[in-house]
Antibody, heavy 121, light 107 residues
């Protein structure tokens, strides 16, 4: 069974940093691109970032570009999101998600349970 | 950025009735369109990929159609477990974008 388990969320002050992790199991992680998607409280879904299967190609939403860095360690089946210069509008549940198929298919299946990031003083 | 517009925002339906949800893209996304279901307190779940292909384990009462800019998710006979929020997502252009969601509630 494919499982994605996020960790690392919490309360951080504006301007601060946080590193999220996602532990993957039940599949060969090096065969699949991975994504982060977030959801602000009571709001819809917002795509954040993608990393390719090997980790050498990344994409970011404009809202996080230059502040967030996505990475992966296939030897440890782990996905990470380093978040710097955090703002109140970054407050959200952050989900990691696996792409549905190997290759250039960027739909999400499955999703992790999410980790809450709260940016507040 | 491709803007995805879902309508209606809220759909009130009685159990056993048919529900039709719409998703419109601001430019063509070909058939690179997915649908997700999200229940309160849960993560989203993939229902449909490629505009019309049901994901593993998704009941046949869920069907997707459309291509280009107009897409539809149909739930043929609503069950109690189907009351949730539904999102469409395009993956034809960067950045990937979601619609604002349609909440299907009990009438």
């Amino acid at each position: 069974e494919v499982q994605l388990v996020e960790s690392g969320g919490g309360l951080v002050q504006p301007g601060g940093s946080l590193r999220l992790s996602c532990a993957a199991s039940g599949f060969t992680s090096s065969n699949y691109a991975m994504h982060w998607v977030r959801q602000a409280p009571g709001k819809g879904l917002e795509w954040v970032s993608r990393v390719s299967e090997s980790g050498d190609i990344t994409h970011y939403a404009d809202s996080v570009k230059g502040r967030f860095t996505i990475s992966r360690d296939n030897s440890k089946n782990t996905l990470s999101l380093q978040m710097n210069s955090l703002r109140a509008e970054d407050t959200a549940v952050y989900y990691c998600a696996k792409v549905g198929l190997p290759g250039g298919y960027n739909w999400f299946d499955p999703w992790g349970q999410g980790t809450l990031v709260t940016v507040s003083s | 950025e491709v803007v995805m517009t879902q309508s209606p925002a809220t759909l009130s339906v009685s159990p056993g009735e048919r529900a039709t949800l719409s998703c419109r893209a601001s430019q063509s996304v070909n058939n690179n369109l997915a649908w997700y279901q999200q229940k309160p307190g849960q993560s989203p779940r993939l229902l449909i990929s490629g505009a019309s292909t049901r994901a593993t384990g998704i009941p046949a009462r869920f069907s997707g159609s459309g291509s280009g800019t107009e897409f539809t998710l149909t739930i043929s006979s609503l069950q109690s477990e189907d009351f949730a929020v539904y999102y469409c997502q395009q993956h034809n252009h960067w950045p990937l974008t979601f619609g604002g969601g349609t909440k299907v509630e009990i009438k």
